[in-house]
Nanobody
Framework: QVQLVESGGGSVQSGGSLRLSCAAS????????MGWFRQAPGKEREFVAA????????YYTDSMKGRFTISRDNAKNTVSLEMNKLHPEDSGVYYC????????????????????WGQGTQVTVSS
């Protein structure tokens, strides 16, 4: 059974930092692109970042570039999202997701392409 479990969410003030982690089990982790998405109340779930299974290529939404860093540890089956200079607009539930992709193909940003999802972790940034 595939399981993705996020942790590390919380409340911070604007300009602060948080580090989210996602632990995966039940999948051959190294074969999956891992992504982070977020959903604010009343809004669609949106792409935040993704990382290929080798960890060599990363993808970000423009507004996150330079502030967020995605990384993975295939030996530990974990993927992390370091978030700095947080804005109130970054608030929402952050989800970890897995997308099986053959080697050499990049990550996809469409949430519908991701097969597995975690339960989400809440991030609240106050002004």
């Amino acid at each position: 059974q595939v399981q993705l479990v996020e942790s590390g969410g919380g409340s911070v003030q604007s300009g602060g930092s948080l580090r989210l982690s996602c632990a995966a089990s039940g999948v051959p982790f190294s074969g999956y692109v891992m992504g982070w998405f977020r959903q604010a109340p009343g809004k669609e779930r949106e792409f935040v970042a993704a990382i290929t299974w080798t960890g060599r290529t990363t993808y970000y939404t423009d507004s996150m570039k330079g502030r967020f860093t995605i990384s993975r540890d295939n030996a530990k089956n974990t993927v992390s999202l370091e978030m700095n200079k947080l804005h109130p607009e970054d608030s929402g539930v952050y989800y970890c997701a897995a997308d099986f992709r053959p080697p050499g193909l990049g990550a996809r940003m469409n949430k519908d392409e991701y097969e597995y999802w975690g339960q989400g972790t809440q991030v609240t940034v106050s002004s």
